[in-house]
């Protein structure tokens, strides 16, 4: 059901009537259109009602004048759950709190927007937590686990959503508010009488097993299973009633935890060992496929892998007791019965949760095949009974293969469900997938199974509950719809009234992008279409990152907590650009507005699962979008900063002279499209390439290969040599007392890093290949070439290849580019002298900030390594430092660059001890932190060259 806009100013009348905000804006209306499955339907309104008497006035106000509403939470359901027409409502934004926990009762009561993470911190101090635990727990809300009756791994042991809920506040489809709870039948009209009519049909075909969730679960409203409504409620996705409240039971913590995984030939093995695996009552038994392993080392490389027992197929086994004893007994037990003598057993608890992750991360890695293509859910859920999962699975990759697709399972075989994606091929319309999921259907329901395990029907199954249900079954659902919701108001086309699963799909509307001289999109085969459709919705950008340690992504939402400025947003805003659905394209102001709080920190490209780089698709964009057209004025002047410290650097000491007054900065910083509350740096009053231990160490001799040996190049990027000279003069002692010869270019080189942010790719090109000329000898003789500035190290390292794909010499460069830290741990061909050991530390309390784009490209374990090696105490901070390079200091960036900061920076340096150093290699990190806080930082050869010198010094008087 729709309404006509031009009948009715749904938003105007929402507004009248609703405290929240109330938002129909073209943008807004794009983040919403999706959710993680492959549909897109855009609403014509979303709101954010404040409490429970807001949320219940947005729902009575859309059904004053028939609007259909469709309740949203984290916005990961992947079968189409959470978008509709009409009215879009997400509790997650003010409806969050935790409203109480009662630790004796083991209950907790919740709004619908509470994040289940939340949750488990709160009741963690307890030893207790709610039980169902699905791969999303650090984003998906509790409306949402209700909605589609969500498990997770830990549901064999602790049972469903609809398991662990005690009691709910509801509003019937009609406007009715009740409590919903055990014996509670009565407080519908005629749902008894209904229920009576119909004992049989439902004692026969509903509750046959433990994860049969699509349709109605309607065995929860019989006499003899207590008539509970509450339980009947969820998993009915938003269909019947919307939830205000939540009463949730909470389940003890088991003190003993251990892992154990087991090694088979194939998947179906693996699953025919699950039932005399369940005989010994584990926490958790999760099933991973060879092809997801492959796909992981491909995305993410040997390192992100766990060492696994032999095999093409594993199951994870997790048990619980209360000693240690207790639980390796029944882990003996278990292995006695696993079937396989393929065993390891992970004693390191880092070690398992790293395990844990990767299986979490399974839905967005599992986005692109191993040989690259997209693959997409839809028969993403199935269950069938555990004993007959063997069979099932067999018969699966006989139909995939009978379809020519490929799919990667994992899932929660301790209860039958299966988990995959699959390349079908949706770039041109939906028959692949009609096809597809009604053979998929038929075969799941003649192994007694499921079309879904806890996702729910949605849009992508609901069609097809006719195969596992008789036509008195639908027909019931469809008389139960009209006791609730008797207009059809809520989530119309899921489980009653399906739309069909090959409507409103979102790839086939998104046709390739034309070519452009930008980037080369290499692994999304040359299309910006096909990557910005990377994004799979999953979420884990919304993800608290910095109190969950998970990683950097998305800082400028940790700071707004607003879609508009996550990565999936941005990714919906830009799919929404590239179909035509805004008008002006990639131009539109709704595009610039959605990307302007984005950083360009390249984090999604290494935390989200899906390999989203919202850093490229920003360049990309405004490289498209101002291509011979007059910029904004902080493209030329912080875009063109290099070119600028190379002219100071004639002159650096009148230069800050000059600059000193404050009048003087203030003016400057302002028509430079500065925020006035920035400062203009202190240049280094003689460059390094004009220093003495430059001119020490250049060489005139042929870069080739048989005078490698153990040399190394410096390359001192524009920042460093014009900002701090210091560093590279630093960074050479530190590799001569290492025991390396260190060559300083002739030239110098710029890797146009500021014109690749401000999306001036023509300029970072002709840089670039000017730095070929320069380095490229270097690295194509195997010498390595030593980065100063983390962000200029990352752009050889990825943007390179990006914008010189066809240059030999472009990916030598990028292979052979090493940080210091990773020179001096042996990760790069020349190594330090035998003997050679890093300077004590001991003595050192460090604040380490992590480079964003190290974080992100070259990685941080190297650092890691060798500070932890030399003794140091560091105290890791957790994201962003909030400045990004030219981000922060740009006109309206000031107050969100701060509240980044505060995300982690600024806390962790007022909490440090007075005598602690703050160490940073990147100059955005150390600015940010002298502007905001007073402290001035240090790069990591500074502070050993400061040790070695010291050494050198007691060496000599000795």
């Known amino acids: 059901m729709t309404i006509a806009p031009e009948s009715t100013d749904l938003a105007a009348h929402l507004r009248a009537r609703v405290d929240g905000e109330v938002d129909d804006s073209p943008r807004r209306r794009a983040e919403y259109s999706t959710d993680a499955s492959n549909y897109r339907v855009p609403p014509q309104v979303v709101v954010f009602p404040r409490d429970a008497d807001d949320l219940e006035a947005a729902l009575a106000a859309a059904r004053d004048i028939n609007a259909p509403v469709t309740m949203r939470g984290g916005g990961t359901s992947v079968a189409g759950n959470s978008i509709g027409p009409g009215v879009v409502i997400d509790t997650s934004r003010h409806m969050n709190r935790l409203l109480g926990l009662d630790p004796e009762a083991r209950t907790a009561r919740v709004q619908p927007g509470l994040v289940l993470s939340e949750l488990q911190k709160e009741a963690a101090p307890h030893g207790l937590r ?8 650090n984003r998906a809300t509790l409306g949402g686990l209700i909605g589609n009756n969500a498990c997770g791994p830990h549901a064999v042991a602790h049972g469903k959503t609809s398991d662990n809920v005690h009691e709910l506040q509801v509003v019937t489809g009609d406007g009715r508010r009740l409590t919903a709870g055990r014996k509670g039948t009565a407080a519908i009209d005629g749902l008894d009488e209904l229920v009576r009519a119909n004992l049989a049909l439902i004692r026969t075909e509903f509750g046959r097993f433990e994860r049969q969730v699509s349709g109605y679960s309607l065995q929860h409203l019989l006499p003899e299973l207590g008539g509970d409504l509450a339980r009947f409620l969820v998993g009915t996705e938003g269909t019947l009633a919307t939830t205000l409240e939540a009463t949730v039971r909470l389940v003890p913590i088991a003190p003993v935890r251990l892992t154990v995984a087991f090694g088979y030939e194939d998947m179906p093995q693996a699953a025919d060992a699950v039932v005399p695996i369940m005989a010994h009552s584990p926490h958790a038994v999760e099933g991973l496929d060879a092809r997801l392993i492959a796909r992981i080392r491909a995305a993410k490389g040997d390192q992100a892998i766990p060492a696994l027992p032999p095999g093409a197929g594993w199951l994870f086994v997790e048990v619980g007791a209360d000693t ?10 278990i292995t006695a019965d696993a079937g396989t003598s393929s065993v390891r057993v992970l004693e390191d608890p880092a070690e398992a949760a790293r395990l844990w992750a990767i299986r979490a991360d399974g839905a967005g890695l599992a986005g692109r095949s191993v040989d690259n293509k997209e693959c997409w859910p839809g028969w993403e859920d199935a269950a069938v009974p555990p004993e007959n999962l063997g069979r099932y699975l067999r018969e699966f990759d006989v139909l995939m293969d009978h379809h020519g697709v490929m799919g990667q399972p994992f899932g929660h075989f301790g209860d039958g469900c299966i988990h995959v994606r699959l390349d079908i091929p949706l770039q041109d319309d939906g028959r692949p997938l009609r096809a597809f999921m009604e053979d998929a259907a038929a075969l799941v329901a003649r192994h007694g199974g499921s079309l879904s395990g806890e996702h729910g029907d949605g849009r992508a199954r609901g069609e097809l509950l006719h195969t596992m249900y008789s036509p008195e079954a639908i027909q019931l659902f469809g008389d139960i719809k009209r006791l609730f919701d008797p207009q059809g108001h809520l989530n119309p086309g899921v489980v009653v009234d399906p739309a069909p699963l090959d409507r409103d799909l979102r790839r086939p509307a998104a046709k390739p992008t034309p070519k452009h001289t930008g980037l080369a999109f290499a692994h999304d085969h040359g299309d910006l279409t096909e990557a910005v459709h990377r994004c799979t919705g999953v979420g884990k950008c919304r993800a608290d990152a910095i109190g969950g340690g998970s990683g950097f992504m998305c800082p400028s939402y940790t700071a707004t907590k607003d879609e508009k400025d996550v990565t999936r947003g941005r990714a919906r805003v830009l799919q929404d650009a590239i179909n035509g659905t805004l008008i002006g394209g990639l131009k539109a102001p709704e595009v610039r507005e959605s990307l302007d709080l984005c950083l360009s920190c390249k984090a999604c490209s290494s935390d989200c699962p899906s390999g989203v780089d919202m850093a490229a698709y920003k360049a990309e964009v405004l490289h498209r979008t101002y291509k011979n057209r007059l910029r904004p004025v902080a493209h030329y002047s912080i875009g063109w900063l290099p070119r600028w410290l190379k002219a100071i650097g004639i002159a650096p000491g009148l230069i800050n002279a000059a600059l000193k007054p404050r009048w003087i900065q203030k003016t400057a910083v302002s028509l430079a499209g500065m925020d006035s509350r920035r400062t203009l740096p202190t240049f280094s009053t003689t460059p390094f390439r004009k220093s003495a231990v430059a001119k020490a160490h250049r060489s005139g001799k042929p870069a080739t290969a048989s005078a490698a040996g153990n040399r190394v190049v410096l390359w001192a990027d524009s920042f460093t040599d014009g900002l701090d000279a210091q560093i590279p003069a630093a960074i050479v002692a530190v590799l001569e007392d290492a025991g390396f010869e260190v060559i300083v270019p002739q030239a110098s080189a710029c890797c146009g890093v500021t014109w690749i942010s401000t999306g001036q790719l023509d300029g970072a090109r002709r840089r670039l290949e000017d730095l070929l000329q320069v380095l490229g000898p270097y690295a194509v003789n195997g010498i390595p070439i030593i980065g100063v500035e983390p962000s200029c190290t990352a752009t050889l390292r990825g943007d390179l290849t990006e914008l010189l794909p066809d240059d030999p010499r472009a990916h030598a460069v990028a292979r052979g580019t090493f940080s210091l830290a990773e020179v001096l741990t042996g990760r790069a061909p020349a190594q330090p002298r035998e003997g050679w050991s890093v300077p004590r530390l001991d003595d050192v309390t460090a604040v380490v900030q992590p480079h964003c784009h190290q974080y992100s490209v070259t990685g941080f374990a190297a650092d890691r390594e060798l500070l932890k090696a030399a003794g140091a105490s560091v105290n890791e901070t957790a994201g962003c430092c909030g400045l990004a390079g030219n981000w922060g200091t740009e006109k309206g960036h000031y107050d969100t660059s701060v509240a980044v ?35 001035r930082g240090m790069h990591l050869a500074e502070l050993l060259a400061e040790r070695i010198g010291a050494r050198v010094d007691a060496e000599a008087q000795a």
Request: aromatic residues 4%; glycine residues 6%; negative net charge.
């Open 901 to 935: 900061a505060e995300n982690s920076l600024l806390p962790t340096l007022r909490q440090a001890p007075e005598d602690a150093i703050y160490l940073a290699d990147g100059v955005s990190c150390r600015t940010q932190a002298e502007d905001l806080a007073g402290t």
């Open 324 to 333: 240690e004893d207790e639980a390796r007994e029944i882990l003996a037990k």
């Open 130 to 137: 709610f039980g169902p635990d699905p791969s999303t727990t």
